[in-house]
């Protein structure tokens, strides 16, 4: 069983910085893609952001610039840092594994439970 756990999230004043870290644990072979998604109240999930096992970063047009992505591929981790962040930047931040090898699974998806992300103007 592979779980995703995030941390980090909180309350900010519009202009500061947070940094986002999720781990997932279990027997885990390999992991393709690593990534954020977002979703505030009344709209759709977005990506935010994602690397490859390869180190290949995508990025939301919206924070491109001001939101970095990194991953430890030995330690089945990735990090958010999010810097001048603005209250459109606030929602419930999610952690994701696709294409997730394990010795029970091959290619499988998972998620995390999400972390609150808060921007005050």
């Known amino acids: 069983q592979v779980q995703l756990v995030e941390s980090g999230g909180g309350l900010v004043q519009a202009g500061g910085s947070l940094r986002l870290s999720c781990a997932a644990s279990?027997?885990?072979?390999?992991?393709?893609?690593m990534g954020w998604f977002r979703q505030a109240p009344g709209k759709q999930r977005e990506l935010v952001a994602s690397?490859?096992?390869?180190?290949?970063?995508n990025y939301a047009d919206s924070v491109k610039g001001r939101f970095t992505i990194s991953r430890d591929n030995a330690k089945n981790t990735i990090d958010l840092q999010m810097n001048t962040l603005k209250p459109e930047d606030t929602a419930v931040y999610y952690c994701?594994?696709?294409?997730?090898?394990?010795?029970?699974?091959?290619?499988?998806?998972?998620w995390g439970q999400g972390t609150q992300v808060t921007v005050s103007s």
């Open positions: 279990g027997i885990i072979f390999s992991i393709n893609t």
């Open positions: 690397v490859t096992s390869g180190g290949s970063a």
């Open positions: 994701s594994a696709h294409g997730v090898r394990t010795i029970a699974t091959y290619l499988s998806d998972y």
